[in-house]
């Protein structure tokens, strides 16, 4: 029975790892084709089924002029946006949630959970009802087509996600650590610098790499409120395909535009695998 | 130093957290303050801190309205029930943090970190993360906080009851011991706990709370010897004192058809009438000739044996010195030891004591 149950488990997690991993495969295996090995069936072996080159990668910082796909600008819009978003959006956001998780507010009949649950509503909406709003907002102030446009509408995004996570993490933090700091000589402001936010940095971790991922598969705003002046690498990567859809080039650009979220996943792993309050309150 | 609480009130829903609370403590002494769960001690003590203000009332601390200082500025130190420090700092930086907060120089902080790890016992602990140790060890980091400050007024919480019992009765021992030093020097002393054996053992003065209110405040030998009500006979007390109901009629006590028996010599100034009567489990025994008791539950403690009996209303703890089975069901003569009675009004209060009766 535990032979079999172990078997299956190896089994289920093998699929599951081939399901995972075999676009990357594809995709890695495809940037280094040409156009003949691409059309002419399936291949999937570099040296054996295919001669590989860089093609697909040279283009990818040759500008259109030359052949190329030129991502290298919108790459860096993209980097610029999101990590500016994401930036001010956990600041605002974990200040609002100590406010909400250490603070009784009332107007009327609406309290914090009330509050907390009006930042996360926004997320329920669909983009689009969104979409025309930002779009004449960011007319009038001639923000459309900026990069600083774009941050103002992820912060607007971006925000209620870190609020809702952080003011569930600061739930989780015990409130005897604030009045112990207190005690200590801290004021407010200090208390929260020096002894909350330091505790919650894995909090603060979950929240920004969750702003960075929906910040930079963003694609519906950046495609609305861009035209010409400013390109993201989403929208720059669906204006590849074309007529002749240049797969090299687009499998190239798609692993260019995963690599950001992979590198920031292993950075802040530790930060996920283990909590930094234990010792906080035995 | 005094810090002299006025008719400190505070209802933030349908009941009082603090109801009239008024007290004089004096620099030096140890004050304990004991009540049942929910009586409103941490309460008291976060007000005292800072942390809570009082809704009327007021503390005055040598004169000057300590109500308007903020918890930043009060020089107090508190510990708390769970084992509160900084996870992100080590033994030494926890410790340091306060004083780092006055700016104070580093070879005095370091000093003074130094000496209060000393007193608790973490010589060479400093280089620790809080993780890395056990609770006891981590409770002994946030006393050595509260001590390293030289604080006027040292709050503790209950500050071993989240510690298992060996853990207990080792820190119980060493807290007294570093408290007796510490309260000889500047500081007020006071402690919160819910065990009146802690309570007694620390001594000093204790103040008896229940519901938000201050029941009795005396030396823990007075609070022993003279409970000043019901409520505090059974809040001082583990187990707590038997309460009977009954009567002095004719010189005698009636507690029930077949339990009576002669007025104690210092009962006998009681006029006749109804009245409740205390006992405590150490003053009922078990031997022949006493009143025909049935075994409700038999309890072993340690060396001690709790026996719970009951004899038609009235029921009673007894505390036996020895490890003994009984079956449950099974009939016992137990003896009271009626030089130890207490007699109490039907209101409550104290009418009288084997100690003199109230003061």
Same mark, same amino acid.
């Given at each position: 029975m535990g032979f079999l149950y172990s078997t299956l488990k190896y089994l289920a997690v093998t699929l599951w790892s081939v399901f995972v991993i075999a676009p990357f495969l594809w995709a890695i295996s495809t940037s280094f084709k040409d156009f003949q090995s691409v059309t002419n069936g399936a291949t999937y072996i570099p040296w054996v089924d295919f001669e590989p080159t860089l093609e697909g990668w040279r283009a990818l910082w040759k500008s259109p002029a030359q052949g190329g796909v030129a991502i290298v600008e919108p790459f860096f819009n993209s980097v610029f946006v999101t990590a500016a978003g994401s930036a001010i959006s956990i600041l605002l956001g974990t200040l609002a949630a100590y406010a909400l998780s250490?603070?009784?507010f009332k107007a009327g009949p609406i309290r914090n959970g009330d509050i907390t649950f009006f930042f996360i +509503?926004?997320?329920?909406? =669909?983009?689009?009802?969104?979409?025309?709003?930002?779009?004449?907002?960011?007319?009038?102030? +001639?923000?459309?087509?900026?990069?600083?446009?774009?941050?103002?509408v992820y912060i607007v995004l971006l925000m209620p996600i870190a609020v809702w996570i952080m003011v569930d993490f600061f739930n989780k933090v015990p409130r005897e650590i604030d009045e112990t700091a207190l005690i200590d000589g801290c004021n407010p402001y200090q208390a929260f610098y020096k002894v909350v936010l330091p505790n919650s940095i894995p909090g603060i971790v979950v929240a920004g790499m969750f702003c960075m991922i929906f910040g930079w598969t963003d694609f519906f705003f950046s495609f609305i409120l861009t035209f010409t002046e400013v390109q993201l690498l989403p929208v720059a990567i669906v204006a590849l395909n074309s007529s002749i859809t240049p797969w090299?080039?687009?499998?190239?650009?798609?692993?260019? +535009?995963?690599?950001?979220?992979?590198?920031?996943?292993?950075?802040?792993?530790?930060?996920?695998?283990?909590?930094n309050l234990s010792g906080a309150l035995k | 130093m005094s810090l002299i609480a006025s008719n400190l009130c505070l209802k933030p829903d349908t009941e009082y957290h603090l109801n009239d609370v008024c007290f004089e403590m004096s620099k030096g002494e140890i004050y304990t303050i004991i009540g049942r769960t929910l009586a409103g001690k941490t309460t008291l003590l976060k007000t005292i801190a800072g942390l809570i203000a009082?809704? +009327?009332?007021s503390l005055i601390l040598d004169g000057t309205d300590f109500g308007r200082i903020p918890v930043w500025k009060r020089e107090v130190a508190m510990v708390y029930q769970q084992f509160i420090n900084y996870p992100h700092l080590s033994v030494y930086e926890n410790v340091a943090f306060p004083l780092k907060q006055r700016r104070m120089p580093k070879v005095e902080i370091r000093n003074r970190v130094m000496r209060a790890l000393s007193q608790v016992g973490l010589d060479g602990f400093e280089n620790r993360k809080i993780q890395a140790l056990s609770g006891g060890q981590q409770q002994r980091v946030a006393l050595a906080r509260s001590l390293v400050k030289e604080a006027n007024i040292v709050l503790l919480d209950e500050p071993l009851?989240?510690?298992?019992?060996?853990?207990r009765e080792q820190l119980r021992e060493e807290f007294r011991n570093i408290f007796s030093a510490k309260a000889s020097e500047n500081s007020i002393l006071i402690y919160s706990s819910t065990d009146p054996v802690e309570a007694m053992q620390l001594g000093g003065q204790i103040l008896v709370m229940d519901e938000g209110r201050i029941l009795q405040q005396a030396s823990a030998k007075e609070v022993y010897e003279n409970p000043n009500s019901t409520k505090v006979s059974q809040i001082t007390n583990d187990p707590a004192m038997n309460l009977f109901e009954g009567a002095v009629a004719d010189g005698k006590v009636i507690l029930s058809s077949e339990i009576h028996f002669?007025? =104690?010599?210092?009962?006998?100034?009681?006029?006749?009438?109804?009245?409740?009567?205390?006992?405590?489990?150490?003053?009922?025994?078990?031997?022949?000739?006493?009143?025909?008791?049935?075994?409700?539950l038999s309890e072993i403690s340690g060396s001690e044996t709790f026996l719970h009996l009951k004899h038609e209303h009235v029921q009673v703890v007894g505390l036996l010195d020895s490890v003994q089975n009984f079956n449950i069901g099974e009939t016992v003569s137990a003896q009271f030891d009626t030089a130890h009675l207490y007699a109490f009004a039907t209101d409550g209060r104290l009418k009288s004591s084997p100690y003199g009766g109230p003061k």
């Amino acid at each position: 029975m535990g032979f079999l149950y172990s078997t299956l488990k190896y089994l289920a997690v093998t699929l599951w790892s081939v399901f995972v991993i075999a676009p990357f495969l594809w995709a890695i295996s495809t940037s280094f084709k040409d156009f003949q090995s691409v059309t002419n069936g399936a291949t999937y072996i570099p040296w054996v089924d295919f001669e590989p080159t860089l093609e697909g990668w040279r283009a990818l910082w040759k500008s259109p002029a030359q052949g190329g796909v030129a991502i290298v600008e919108p790459f860096f819009n993209s980097v610029f946006v999101t990590a500016a978003g994401s930036a001010i959006s956990i600041l605002l956001g974990t200040l609002a949630a100590y406010a909400l998780s250490r603070f009784t507010f009332k107007a009327g009949p609406i309290r914090n959970g009330d509050i907390t649950f009006f930042f996360i +509503s926004q997320r329920i909406m =669909p983009p689009v009802v969104l979409a025309i709003p930002f779009f004449i907002m960011l007319g009038k102030f +001639s923000l459309l087509d900026t990069l600083v446009g774009l941050i103002l509408v992820y912060i607007v995004l971006l925000m209620p996600i870190a609020v809702w996570i952080m003011v569930d993490f600061f739930n989780k933090v015990p409130r005897e650590i604030d009045e112990t700091a207190l005690i200590d000589g801290c004021n407010p402001y200090q208390a929260f610098y020096k002894v909350v936010l330091p505790n919650s940095i894995p909090g603060i971790v979950v929240a920004g790499m969750f702003c960075m991922i929906f910040g930079w598969t963003d694609f519906f705003f950046s495609f609305i409120l861009t035209f010409t002046e400013v390109q993201l690498l989403p929208v720059a990567i669906v204006a590849l395909n074309s007529s002749i859809t240049p797969w090299w080039s687009l499998s190239a650009a798609a692993l260019v +535009s995963v690599a950001p979220l992979v590198v920031v996943a292993f950075i802040v792993e530790r930060f996920l695998s283990k909590g930094n309050l234990s010792g906080a309150l035995k | 130093m005094s810090l002299i609480a006025s008719n400190l009130c505070l209802k933030p829903d349908t009941e009082y957290h603090l109801n009239d609370v008024c007290f004089e403590m004096s620099k030096g002494e140890i004050y304990t303050i004991i009540g049942r769960t929910l009586a409103g001690k941490t309460t008291l003590l976060k007000t005292i801190a800072g942390l809570i203000a009082p809704e +009327s009332g007021s503390l005055i601390l040598d004169g000057t309205d300590f109500g308007r200082i903020p918890v930043w500025k009060r020089e107090v130190a508190m510990v708390y029930q769970q084992f509160i420090n900084y996870p992100h700092l080590s033994v030494y930086e926890n410790v340091a943090f306060p004083l780092k907060q006055r700016r104070m120089p580093k070879v005095e902080i370091r000093n003074r970190v130094m000496r209060a790890l000393s007193q608790v016992g973490l010589d060479g602990f400093e280089n620790r993360k809080i993780q890395a140790l056990s609770g006891g060890q981590q409770q002994r980091v946030a006393l050595a906080r509260s001590l390293v400050k030289e604080a006027n007024i040292v709050l503790l919480d209950e500050p071993l009851v989240n510690l298992d019992y060996k853990l207990r009765e080792q820190l119980r021992e060493e807290f007294r011991n570093i408290f007796s030093a510490k309260a000889s020097e500047n500081s007020i002393l006071i402690y919160s706990s819910t065990d009146p054996v802690e309570a007694m053992q620390l001594g000093g003065q204790i103040l008896v709370m229940d519901e938000g209110r201050i029941l009795q405040q005396a030396s823990a030998k007075e609070v022993y010897e003279n409970p000043n009500s019901t409520k505090v006979s059974q809040i001082t007390n583990d187990p707590a004192m038997n309460l009977f109901e009954g009567a002095v009629a004719d010189g005698k006590v009636i507690l029930s058809s077949e339990i009576h028996f002669d007025l =104690p010599q210092h009962c006998q100034a009681l006029p006749q009438g109804s009245y409740n009567f205390g006992l405590r489990a150490a003053a009922i025994s078990l031997s022949d000739g006493g009143f025909p008791f049935t075994v409700e539950l038999s309890e072993i403690s340690g060396s001690e044996t709790f026996l719970h009996l009951k004899h038609e209303h009235v029921q009673v703890v007894g505390l036996l010195d020895s490890v003994q089975n009984f079956n449950i069901g099974e009939t016992v003569s137990a003896q009271f030891d009626t030089a130890h009675l207490y007699a109490f009004a039907t209101d409550g209060r104290l009418k009288s004591s084997p100690y003199g009766g109230p003061k």
